[in-house]
């Protein structure tokens, strides 16, 4: 059983910053890929940044520059610093992990969300 769990949503205003954390726990060998995705009301899910075991990050489009995701493997842990926050940046933030649980077996888990809202 793993779980994840996701801290540091809330409410700021335009221009502002919030850092999410999202820890994972439980019986697994290790993990592979960490994501951050958001989903606003009446939109799809959407990958906003991702992060390798390697450290290789890739960003969607309209966070580059403002988005920065980070892992610490000590803690399970990974991290979205967010700078310059806007308000078409408001939505539910769900972190995913790739876990390792066997020998060649992988599994991905969901956090349960955080909530950013953003105002103008």
């Known amino acids: 059983q793993v779980q994840l769990v996701e801290s540091g949503g809330g409410l700021v205003q335009a221009g502002g910053s919030l850092r999410l954390s999202c820890a994972a726990s439980?019986?697994?060998?290790?993990?592979?890929?960490m994501s951050w995705y958001r989903q606003a009301p009446g939109k799809q899910r959407e990958l906003v940044a991702a992060i390798t075991s390697g450290g290789n990050t890739n960003y969607a489009d309209s966070v580059k520059g403002r988005f920065t995701i980070s892992r610490d493997n000590a803690k399970n842990t990974v991290y979205l610093q967010m700078n310059s926050l806007e308000p078409e940046d408001t939505a539910v933030y769900y972190c995913?992990?790739?876990?390792?649980?066997?020998?060649?077996?992988?599994?991905?888990?969901w956090g349960q969300g955080t909530q950013v809202t953003v105002s103008s």
């Open positions: 439980g019986s697994f060998f290790s993990i592979n890929n």
């Open positions: 995913n992990v790739r876990l390792r649980v066997g020998a060649i077996k992988y599994e991905y888990s």
